[in-house]
Protein backbone atom coordinates (compact mmCIF):
# COMPACT_ATOMS: atom_id res chain seq x y z
CA UNK A 1 0.00 0.00 0.00
CA UNK A 2 2.59 3.04 0.74
CA UNK A 3 4.35 1.74 -2.37
CA UNK A 4 1.26 2.88 -4.52
CA UNK A 5 0.69 5.49 -2.16
CA UNK A 6 4.60 6.75 -3.11
CA UNK A 7 3.83 6.36 -6.88
CA UNK A 8 0.80 8.03 -6.96
CA UNK A 9 2.65 11.07 -4.60
CA UNK A 10 5.01 11.52 -7.79
CA UNK A 11 4.39 14.42 -9.57
CA UNK A 12 5.46 13.11 -12.91
CA UNK A 13 3.01 10.33 -12.08
CA UNK A 14 0.31 12.42 -11.14
CA UNK A 15 0.79 14.29 -14.60
CA UNK A 16 0.44 11.55 -16.45
CA UNK A 17 -2.98 10.36 -14.69
CA UNK A 18 -4.35 14.10 -15.63
CA UNK A 19 -3.00 13.98 -19.29
CA UNK A 20 -5.09 10.20 -19.13
CA UNK A 21 -7.88 11.44 -17.97
CA UNK A 22 -8.23 14.15 -20.39
CA UNK A 23 -7.56 12.06 -23.09
CA UNK A 24 -10.51 9.49 -22.32
CA UNK A 25 -12.90 12.54 -21.42
CA UNK A 26 -12.05 13.68 -25.66
CA UNK A 27 -12.66 9.99 -26.66
CA UNK A 28 -15.63 9.33 -24.98
CA UNK A 29 -17.58 12.94 -25.47
CA UNK A 30 -15.96 14.21 -28.66
CA UNK A 31 -17.78 11.94 -31.15
CA UNK A 32 -20.94 12.00 -29.64
CA UNK A 33 -21.05 15.68 -29.45
Given at each position: MSRMRAT?????????MAREFDLANVCAWGPAS
Open positions: LVRGNTLAE
